[in-house]
């Protein structure tokens, strides 16, 4: 039981992959009956001595009495295989002053959070494609077609290749000009490990003969890339309207 400092609350993610940064939160509250110098500290206890700490760029505070200081702190999640537990270990002191009068921190409390070690986010874009109308067709990309003012949709076929993750498709389409014609909102969707999914987008009307483009991400749900596609979406073809000359008819006579 803590004296002065008392960790109230320790936050990690319940898990996190190999290489990311993890945000640690440490609640102390100060329930002597003054203001005291708080110090929080921690390490991380995963099997390898001495213990890696944690850094808390901001590592202590005056704290008035019956008062709650949260400290944040990070670290880097060591490079272990999946399953891989890793126990954060966070540390309370406060400040003091000895019989001979030295000041000096002293150790007061101490709380534990897990988190494990979970295989990165992957995955694929495994299709794409454009439906124009008034045809219909599923056409491979890049596509010909005719700039006859129709619309067309952007198709998408991608895959989660590894942990259950929210994950949707960002798709923005421009024209022959270079303008922003398209960027439809991200359909965010639950997906378990190795599960493909389909969506077509609404974009536009083909209104300009030229080379569109298009740029495809396959995103979590926090913004991890895990594909992409940049390229020629479709070659618009303007339709030719026959131009007249005027011209007379010469009369004649009959011999």
């Not at 406060?94 to 995955?123: K, L, R, S």
């Not at 794409?128 to 010909?144: F, Y």
Request: charge should be negative; charged fraction near 20%; include cysteine.
């Amino acid at each position: 039981m803590a004296q002065y400092a008392d960790i109230v609350e320790i936050t990690v993610p319940a898990e996190a992959e190999a290489g990311q940064t993890v945000n640690v939160k440490v609640k102390i509250k100060n329930i002597a009956s003054a203001t005291m110098g708080i110090m929080v500290g921690g390490a991380l206890d995963y099997g390898i001595t001495p213990w890696p700490g944690i850094e808390f760029p901001t590592d202590w505070d005056n704290v008035a009495a019956g008062a709650t200081k949260t400290f944040y702190g990070h670290f880097t999640m060591p490079y272990y295989p999946p399953g891989k537990i890793i126990t954060v270990h966070a540390y309370s002191y406060w400040y003091g002053v000895d019989p001979y009068g030295y000041g000096a921190w002293y150790f007061d409390d101490e709380a534990t959070e897990d988190v494990e070690t979970v295989a990165p986010a992957e995955g694929a874009i495994t299709g794409k494609w454009i439906n124009k109308a008034p045809e219909g067709n599923r056409l491979t990309i890049p596509a010909s077609v005719a700039a006859d003012n129709n619309t067309f949709e952007v198709g998408v076929k991608y895959k989660n290749l590894g942990k259950a993750v929210t994950a949707g498709c960002e798709v923005k389409v421009w024209d022959p000009d270079g303008i922003l014609r398209a960027s439809p909102a991200i359909d965010w969707t639950g997906m378990s490990p190795n599960e493909e999914l389909s969506k077509e987008y609404n974009i536009c009307k083909v209104d300009k003969g030229g080379t569109w483009t298009v740029a495809i991400r396959f995103l979590t749900s926090d913004y991890v890339e895990l594909d992409h596609f940049e390229g020629s979406l479709l070659y618009a073809q303007e339709e030719l309207v026959p131009e007249f000359s005027q011209f007379a008819v010469a009369s004649f006579s009959k011999v």
